[in-house]
C-alpha cells in the first residue's frame, strides 16, 4: 500500500478495525449490524465483509446504502421506512445481530444498535457471553467516539 492510500483511511478506519476485529473479534459468518454509514460506519462494513462477516447496513439516505452495498454489506435497512430498526435486523440475520456497531452516536441509534443484538441462550458458552457483552461494550465505545469527532 502506498503512502497516500493509507494517508486516506484516517481515523475512521483503525477506529473500525479496532472494534470489529481487535474488540468484537468479528469471524465468518457472523452477522454485523452497523448504525450509520459515514466514515465510521463504511469503514466497519469493508472491515467485517473483509472478515467473512455479514454486514447490514442501517441509515436513512438512499445513496449511503447503496455505497454501503457496493463497500460488502448483504443487507441494507433505511431507517425511515421501517417502524422497527431492531425487528428488521432480526428478521434478516433470524434471531438478532452478533455484533453491533453504532457509528452515529445518537439515541435512537444507541438504543437500536442494542435492541438488535442476538439473545444470549443458556447454553452458550463462557466465550459466547463475554462477546455478547463486547458487542454492547462496541456499540457504546464507536457511538461516543462519533460524538465526540461531530
Not at 14 to 27: E, G, H, L, P, Y
Not at 69 to 91: F, P, Q, S, T
Not at 109 to 117: E, R
Request: charged share 20%.
Amino acid at each position: 500500500m502506498d503512502f497516500a492510500t493509507a494517508a486516506s483511511l484516517g481515523c475512521r478506519f483503525a477506529t473500525s478495525f479496532r472494534a470489529v476485529a481487535d474488540q468484537a473479534k468479528v469471524k465468518g459468518g457472523e452477522w454485523v449490524a452497523v448504525h450509520g454509514c459515514g466514515g465510521v460506519g463504511l469503514s466497519a462494513i469493508m472491515i467485517a465483509a473483509a472478515l467473512g462477516a455479514q454486514p447490514i447496513a442501517i441509515d436513512i439516505a438512499e445513496d449511503k446504502l447503496a455505497f454501503a452495498r457496493k463497500l460488502g454489506a448483504v443487507a441494507v435497512i433505511n431507517g425511515r421506512e421501517v417502524e422497527d430498526v431492531a425487528a428488521a435486523v432480526k428478521d434478516i440475520t433470524g434471531g438478532g445481530a452478533h455484533v453491533s456497531i453504532d457509528a452515529l452516536g445518537n439515541p435512537v441509534t444507541c438504543f437500536n444498535s442494542i435492541k438488535n443484538l442476538r439473545r444470549r441462550g443458556p447454553r452458550l458458552s463462557d466465550r459466547a457471553h463475554a462477546r455478547w457483552y463486547v458487542g454492547l461494550l462496541v456499540v457504546v465505545a464507536v457511538a461516543m467516539t462519533a460524538a465526540l469527532f461531530r
